[in-house]
C-alpha cells in the first residue's frame, strides 16, 4: 500500500511557476514508476510526466515538454514536479499517481495509487 498526498498548487500568473511535491507513506517510492496527471474542468484526466522506478529517467507530454521537470528523492519518499513559464491551459487539478508499469493514458490502465489531488490555476 502507498499513501500519496499532494501539495504546493495554488493561483499564478501566465508565466510564472509553481512546485507541486507529492509525499509517500507505505512502501517505498523506488518500486514504482511515479506519474503526474491533471484533469481540466470537463475534460478527461491527461498524462504530464513520468519518471521511471530504477534509474529515474523521465518522460513528458508535448505540451510540457520544456517547461516542466519531473523529480524523485528515494529517501525522503518525495516526488516533485517543477513548472515554469506556466500556461492558462495548464490550469487544472493535478494528480501524483504511483504503479509498476509506465501509464501515459487512464482510458487503458489507471495507476493503482493516486493523491488527492491539488489544484493550480493560471490567469491570463
Known amino acids: 500500500q502507498v499513501q500519496l498526498v499532494e501539495s504546493g498548487g495554488g493561483l499564478v500568473q501566465a508565466g510564472g511557476s509553481l512546485r507541486l511535491s507529492c509525499a509517500a507513506s507505505?512502501?517505498?517510492?523506488?518500486?514504482?514508476?511515479l506519474h503526474w496527471f491533471r484533469q481540466a474542468p470537463g475534460k478527461e484526466r491527461e498524462f504530464v510526466a513520468a519518471i521511471s522506478r530504477n534509474v529515474g529517467r523521465t518522460y513528458y507530454a508535448d505540451s510540457v515538454k520544456g517547461r516542466f521537470t519531473i523529480s524523485k528523492d528515494n529517501a525522503n519518499n518525495t516526488l516533485n514536479l517543477q513548472m515554469n513559464t506556466l500556461k492558462p491551459e495548464d490550469t487544472g487539478v493535478y494528480y501524483c499517481a504511483a504503479d509498476g508499469q509506465y501509464i501515459t493514458s487512464t482510458m487503458r490502465r489507471s495507476p493503482e495509487y493516486w493523491g488527492q489531488g491539488t489544484q493550480v490555476t493560471v490567469s491570463s
Open positions: 507505505g512502501r517505498t517510492f523506488r518500486h514504482y514508476w
